[in-house]
């Protein structure tokens, strides 16, 4: 579907297909915004139908972010679309001792986290920019407050996002282009059984709803807040914790919640 570039304000979301990204886009559409939506999984069709029932309009697009192709493929698609805020969502994690986990699977996961979060945000930026305006959403993590045993990639791409959306907050804050990190902590989406961490303590703890985490980053990102840390009392006290501890006591800290059974 087209999007009529003057009826509404519009949002881009990338891993919209479930989870938070899927909760991003609902609460975006019920503050008024037109949509387009993205993720490599079928599921975006159908997560489309329920966004649209939100009386916006919505383009779905089936892209894997993170190959090159996939994101020069949807910027592609954005070409004479007046974007108001770009929510770089999409990522996947990889769980499990360092010197077993699948390679393969750790390089995919820094092209998605990292390599393409940075190539999309530098076509985006460079569009919000030109026109003075725009509000772009990185999704990072608690993860990111302290070295992360036994998904130390993971955790790695998640600080990495963090300090690179800070860096160009300080950037761009004079062009009026608002950059937000959404801080979430353990959330109740298939993050844990993608990344194999049903077996942890944070698999089979307690996790935020990802309706409220949503609300929480789209409610920082519209205040023009630096970060937020969604959702629980207890994801603020980590965050504030790690900053008063030493990164080894913090990784100690942080193994001992995702550490696989039987290790």
């Not at 069709?45 to 949807?74: P, S």
């Not at 769980?95 to 995919?108: A, C, I, P, W």
């Not at 801080?183 to 307690?206: I, L, S, V, Y």
Request: net charge negative; glycine share 8%.
């Amino acid at each position: 579907m087209e999007i009529n570039e003057k009826s509404s304000p519009l949002a881009l979301v990338t891993g919209a297909s479930s989870g938070i990204g899927y909760e991003l886009a609902k609460v975006c559409a019920k503050n008024g915004f037109n949509l387009i939506v993205v993720a490599e999984d079928d599921g975006i069709t159908e997560a489309a139908q329920v966004f649209r029932r939100l009386n916006v309009e919505v383009m779905a697009l089936k892209q894997d972010l993170a190959t090159y192709e996939g994101v020069e493929n949807l910027y592609a698609a954005l070409k004479g679309k007046d974007l108001d805020v770009a929510a770089i969502n999409a990522g996947v994690g990889v769980s499990g001792r360092f010197v077993e986990t699948d390679l393969q699977k750790e390089m995919n996961l820094m092209q998605l986290n990292m390599v393409e979060a940075v190539h999309l945000a530098k076509l985006l930026v460079k569009d919000f920019v030109a026109k003075k305006e725009g509000h772009l959403l990185f999704t990072s993590s608690i993860a990111a407050e302290m070295p992360g045993p036994y998904y130390a990639v993971y955790a790695a791409s998640k600080a990495f996002l963090q300090s690179f959306s800070e860096a160009l907050r300080e950037e761009l804050k004079e062009d009026n282009v608002v950059v937000t990190a959404l801080q979430p902590g353990p959330t109740d989406t298939n993050f844990f059984a993608r990344a194999g961490m049903e077996d942890t303590k944070a698999g089979k703890a307690k996790k935020d709803s990802p309706a409220d985490v949503a609300q929480d980053a789209f409610d920082a990102l519209m205040a023009g807040k630096d970060h937020v840390v969604a959702g629980s009392f207890k994801n603020k006290v980590q965050s504030t914790m790690a900053k008063f501890i030493s990164e080894k006591a913090g990784a100690k800290m942080q193994g001992r919640d995702v550490k696989p059974q039987g290790h």
